[in-house]
């Protein structure tokens, strides 16, 4: 069993920023990738950023490139999104997911069925 506990969100104002943390414990072992997903209200769930967990890889939607970091320390087995430059439609539930299959293709890594674990959700409320 792997657990996923986000944290970090909050209400900030439009151009501000926040940073979110995602703690796996449990089997991390053989975690591949870790990604961050937001679900605006009356909208399905949607990918952010990625990363692979051994080579660091990077990638992100194009709505967040430029403004969104996805990061991760593996001592600490735990992946960070900092989010800058933040906008109202930013508004939604941050959820973070782990993978621990092998990346075959690529864009599975963008893909929602790819992960099998998933944290709470953490809130971010951007004012304008």
């Known amino acids: 069993q792997v657990q996923l506990v986000e944290s970090g969100g909050g209400l900030v104002q439009a151009g501000g920023s926040l940073r979110l943390s995602c703690a796996a414990s449990?089997?991390?072992?053989?975690?591949?990738?870790m990604g961050w997903f937001r679900q605006a209200p009356g909208k399905e769930r949607e990918f952010v950023a990625a990363?692979?967990?051994?080579?660091?890889?990077?990638y992100y939607a194009d709505s967040v490139k430029g403004r969104f970091t996805i990061s991760r320390d593996k001592a600490k087995n735990t992946v960070y999104l900092q989010m800058n430059s933040l906008m109202p439609e930013d508004t939604a539930v941050y959820y973070c997911?782990?993978?621990?299959?092998?990346?075959?293709?690529?864009?599975?890594?963008?893909?929602?069925?790819?992960?099998?674990?998933w944290g709470q959700g953490t809130q971010v409320t951007v004012s304008s």
């Open positions: 990363i692979r967990w051994s080579v660091g890889n990077t």
């Open positions: 449990g089997r991390t072992f053989s975690i591949t990738a």
């Open positions: 997911g782990r993978t621990t299959r092998a990346i075959v293709e690529l864009a599975l890594i963008f893909r929602i069925q790819m992960y099998d674990s």
